[in-house]
């Protein structure tokens, strides 16, 4: 049986560094390998334990590290102290071009000190570029040596020969020097752009209080285990996901919600990782801890959402896959035709070539999609929505029909709306049929069997008595009470029903109740229908309900088109019908449409956060607010857009740069200086997106 392992890697910086990684961890006999480059983040699969040391070798071999403890010193620091010293060797050479002569300007200085930063560059990038050739996937550090290593090597000649048109030690030291300085500019920028995802992880939180026989230990977060009773104060961080056992206080959820309203919390709710007291202190039974816990539910689906790669990503890296060959082609086309054709000189055919190479690194058109979709997943998480796959920013701005269902959806239901009229009829008596229908209704996900429940007061689960509790999805509960049938769920439509009957209890043949329930609208129902209708995209309302309250919900919202009285697979065949003609997305309570929600195009629920991994949609609402799904839809239209403006500055500098350079009108300086403006631009155009409204 194949296992799933993670590690983190750190110095990868484009699309040719993480295939140059996942060749090197194929060779080793690893499988279904997953590399995001922008967090480090390595998925495999493989039948034994791996071998981490063999694993760090080789990625040694490429020029990467394996990253064990958080006390690591960060790549991106690495790399700053790296460019420190590259630019204080290489200040001195660019001194004449300034008018500044002296010792320092001398031929055999600058070709001390061009050497040194020469051999600096061979340190951070040759093992990676090398190992990167024999792997027969050449990254963009092959370009970057070899256009240095040409001008230092011509420079060299020009110095033994004494021409002195032919030296220019500092075009090596300076592309050496403005290469790393790139590096880390964009290694800070990627490890900003990760962190919009990453700071919702607890690193924060290092120890913890518990109480133990009275006494309170502190203890470190991952020696606490369920079951331990953990102590929280005002101003803190909630650690655990677990049930108040003790005090009152008022919580702030909204780094898992986005709601930045306060909660009050009391003995019996439930409480979550990552919540703030913002007064008054707890007593928590721990449920989950680390990975376990809601939160890292989230940032874990998060992680696996930069995951998937769209269209136009896959394209952009097929694109940097064959981009280094064939640059290297034509940097040698280059230099062949300015010297054999157009009659240039050697030292100016060879600039020609080496601002070719240095120009054409293609780390912006690999940077262009999963820099602003990692924002993206950011900033939809901090506004409460958990995007699930990477791939629904491409598609949220495209839709044109979104369908709702209705109960739990655009309605909500609480204990103070249910009510339960008990039938002469009723072979048992009132608390046995009250403690009957809890125990029911507990078994069941949907939104109002969970009213029903809550609504009952004292009650307890009959374990013994009942037996075969079964859910059939979209009617209704059944189960057998000392051998008799019981049944909860949709009443026979014999005549009009009322509107607010929702359900009914038969034990036997016998109905012994009636259950009430009066609807209200979630909040922000009406302004999120207000939005679709101004954005043009068609509406329609999918509900298991019956007629006469589907209508009264849809003539509330304006709802158009609806239909009642679905079962699950029929409202799977009407977005499968549907999606021949148009983008759809359907919103449901996860439960009873996971089959709909599936076969959306854009799938979303709408829960509590603790009850994250039931849902079947793609994107997950884990607030209170319908209107928040306003927030999903800009969000994710505005990710697009960048997507689409990283790809056109990505392309059309790759396009302009290239002829420009092999024309002889760049400067392999004024190159290598560019190929970071490049990749700076894009990062930072997606770093934007975060701080947009």
Known sequence: MKNQYQITVEGMSCTSCAASVKKQLEKMGLQQIKVDYLTGDVVFESESEPDYKRIEEGLSALGYRLKSTDKDTPYHEVLKRYALIAGILTLPLLLPMFGIQGWITHPAVQAVLSTIVFGFGWYVYGKGA??????????MYVLILLGATAAWVYSLIGWYLGREDMIFFETTATIITLVIVGSWVEASAVFKTSQAIESLALQSIKKVKVLVGGRVEERDLDEVRPGDLVIVETGETIPVDGIIESGEAVADESLLTGESRPVPKRRGDKVYAGSILKSGSLQVTTLHTGEGTVLSQIVQSLRQARQNKSKVQKLADRISAIFVPTVLVIAAL?????????????EQALLRAVATLVVACPCALGLATPTAVAVGLGKAATKGIIIKNG?????????RKWFFDKTGTL?????????????PESPVDQPTLLQLIYTLESHSTHPIARAIAQSIKDATILRDKVRDIQEIKGKGITATYEGTPIYIGKAEQNGTLPPNLVAI????????????????????????????????????????????????????????????ELTPDKKMEIIRSERKHHVVALTGD?????????????????GQASELAKYAGEVVIINERLDTLIHAHRISQKTYRVIRQNLFWAFFYNVLAIPIAAAGYLHPMMAAL???????????????LYYRK
């Open 590 to 606: 996860g439960i009873n449409d996971a089959p709909a929600l599936a076969e959306a195009d854009v799938g979303i629920s709408f």
């Open 505 to 564: 209890v038969k034990i036997g043949d016998q109905v012994a109740a009636k259950i009430f329930l009066d609807e209200v609208l979630r909040p922000g129902a009406k302004a999120l229908m207000r939005y679709l209708r101004q954005k043009g995209i068609g509406v329609g309302l999918l509900s298991g309900d019956r007629a006469d309250r589907v209508a009264h919900i849809a003539r509330t919202l304006q709802i158009d088109e609806w239909k009642a």
């Open 674 to 688: 560019a190929m970071v403006f490049s990749d700076v631009i894009v990062v930072g155009n997606s770093l934007l």
């Open 411 to 423: 309605t909500m239901s609480s204990d103070q709306q249910v009510h339960i009229e008990i039938t």
């Open 130 to 139: 090398w190992e990167s050739l024999r792997s027969g996937s050449p990254n």
């Open 334 to 346: 280059t230099w062949a035709i300015n010297y054999f054709a157009v009659g240039t000189t050697m």
């Open 391 to 399: 791939l629904i920013f491409e598609r949220i701005p495209h839709i």
